[in-house]
């Protein structure tokens, strides 16, 4: 028999009769021992302080967006991150102004050595044309995890995702990790608003998901500018899709909302502040919906 592992000690003490007993314990301690040495701590874990991690490399995702690659602090370590939260970024101007600004991570949350943020660049952002003139090796600064919503599987019979533009990214890691749980029976429904077909984000691994979960999932493109192969809707995302595609108001749905403030505004109103709601309006509110069931991201 083999005593238990002391949480508050990190030797382990076999207690064993016999040379063949001593030896397996032995055995089986220095294993204990190396697992318990071995375990790598998250790289983020909701402690006050900024980590500087290196960018490892750089992919066009639309005319100005990129998808960053940034690697983290060991090959085997995880972000650390629960399912729809971000990061805070920051970089110090040359004035010694510190620019900070939130993105969500478009990788598996368990994806370890590194995580993808995709990014479109902003003519009026700060933090986003900054991003975006980083090279392979240049360090930017990370701080998180900020938690958004407490996801809890199977909570919703099903749920409505409405964005626009770069506002995909945290509808895109909830749609993924919800379909990808086989525990996770919650039905999903994006409707994904843009100008043009060239300015559809993430759109390949979107039709991936749908097209692996198509009892799941479904998803609706709307273009301000569709061509001619576009399948989907043409204009924005209106009051009367709304009421036509989506579940009724109830206690078994709910509504996540991302977007640029036109669609915010239109769809369900902005937030009043980055940790503050606001009070529900737009088509939502028209539609009989309650605040408690819209999160606007």
């Given at each position: 028999?083999?005593?238990?592992?002391?949480?508050?000690?990190?030797?382990?003490?076999?207690?064993?009769?016999?040379?063949?007993?001593?030896a397996?314990?032995?055995?089986?301690?220095?294993?204990?021992g190396?697992?318990?040495?071995?375990?790598t701590?998250?790289?983020?874990?909701?402690?006050?302080?900024?980590?500087?991690?290196?960018?490892?490399?750089?992919?066009?995702?639309?005319?100005?967006?990129?998808?960053f690659?940034f690697?983290?602090?060991?090959?085997?370590?995880?972000?650390?991150?629960?399912?729809?939260?971000a990061?805070?970024?920051?970089?110090?101007?040359?004035?010694?102004?510190?620019?900070?600004r939130?993105?969500?991570?478009?990788?598996?949350?368990?994806?370890k050595?590194e995580?993808n943020?995709?990014?479109?660049?902003?003519?009026?952002?700060?933090?986003?044309?900054?991003?975006h003139?980083?090279?392979?090796?240049?360090?930017?600064?990370?701080?998180?995890?900020?938690?958004?919503?407490?996801?809890?599987?199977?909570?919703?019979?099903?749920?409505?995702?409405?964005?626009?533009?770069?506002?995909?990214?945290?509808?895109?890691?909830?749609?993924?990790?919800?379909?990808?749980?086989?525990?996770?029976?919650t039905?999903?429904?994006?409707?994904?608003?843009n100008?043009?077909?060239?300015?559809?984000?993430?759109?390949k691994?979107?039709?991936s998901?749908?097209?692996?979960?198509?009892d799941?999932?479904?998803?609706?493109?709307?273009l301000?500018?569709?061509?001619?192969?576009?399948?989907?809707?043409?204009?924005?995302?209106?009051r009367?899709?709304?009421?036509?595609?989506?579940?009724k108001?109830?206690?078994?749905t709910?509504?996540?909302?991302?977007g640029?403030?036109?669609?915010?505004?239109?769809?369900?109103?902005?937030?009043?502040?980055?940790?503050?709601?606001?009070?529900?309006?737009?088509?939502?509110?028209?539609?009989?919906?309650?605040?408690?069931q819209?999160?606007?991201?």
């Open positions: 028999m083999l005593s238990r592992i002391s949480r508050g000690n990190s030797k382990y003490i076999p207690i064993a009769f016999g040379a063949a007993a001593v397996c314990s032995a055995f089986y301690a220095t294993r204990a190396s697992t318990i040495r071995n375990e701590k998250p790289a983020f874990t909701g402690e006050d302080k900024w980590i500087d991690l290196k960018l490892a490399k750089v992919e066009d995702e639309s005319h100005d967006t990129k998808k690659t690697e983290l602090q060991s090959p085997d370590q995880e972000l650390g991150l629960t399912l729809c939260s990061l805070l970024t920051k970089y110090v101007t040359e004035k010694g102004n510190n620019v900070i939130p993105y969500t991570p478009t990788s598996e949350l368990d994806k050595g995580f943020l995709v990014i479109k660049r902003y003519p009026e952002g700060k933090m986003s044309k900054h991003i003139s980083l090279k392979p090796s240049d360090t930017l600064s990370f701080k998180g995890p900020i938690k958004k919503f407490q996801w809890q599987p199977n909570a919703f019979d099903s749920i409505t995702l409405i964005g626009g533009g770069s506002g995909i990214t945290p509808l895109y890691q909830l749609l993924r990790s919800v379909s990808e749980n086989p525990e996770d029976k039905k999903v429904k994006l409707f994904y608003g100008k043009t077909p060239g300015d559809i984000l993430l759109k691994e979107l039709d998901l749908q097209e692996k979960h198509p799941q999932v479904k998803i609706t493109y709307f301000d500018k569709p061509d001619g192969d576009f399948k989907g809707e043409k204009g924005f995302i209106s009367e899709f709304i009421a036509a595609n989506a579940p108001p109830s206690e078994k709910h509504f996540f909302v991302c640029p403030p036109p669609l915010m505004e239109s769809i369900s109103g902005n937030k009043k502040s980055p940790a503050e709601q606001g009070e529900l309006k737009g088509a939502l509110k028209d539609l009989g919906y309650r605040e408690e819209v999160f606007k991201f």
